[in-house]
């Protein structure tokens, strides 16, 4: 199983788009500071996930996120009782 997720960094509300197969591991790596592109904005709060049977899909969805603003936006509006704001 591979996911695709979505953080919100208590910090400052910025939102942070990735994929992993250890969706709990990863969390707890970002709220660690242990991954260098989110390290200045932690802590991180898991607002959203989605779950793919396969690695090709998650990776297409997380591609599709963080290049067309569209999808995101509509993301975004899809779960903003999710978001902090």
């Known amino acids: 199983m591979f996911f695709v997720y979505l953080l919100q960094s208590k910090k400052d509300k910025s939102l942070y ?3 992993t197969s250890d969706l709990l591991a990863r969390f707890k790596k970002h ?3 242990l991954v ?6 932690i802590p991180f709060r898991l607002a959203y996930y989605e ?8 990776t ?5 996120l963080k290049l067309r603003a569209k999808a995101l936006r509509q993301l975004k509006d899809r779960i903003k009782h999710c978001l902090e704001v």
């Open 51 to 58: 779950s793919y049977s396969s690695r090709q899909d998650a």
């Open 17 to 19: 788009i990735g994929y």
């Open 31 to 33: 709220n660690l500071g």
């Open 36 to 41: 260098r592109s989110t390290k200045a904005r």
């Open 60 to 64: 297409h969805r997380e591609h599709n």
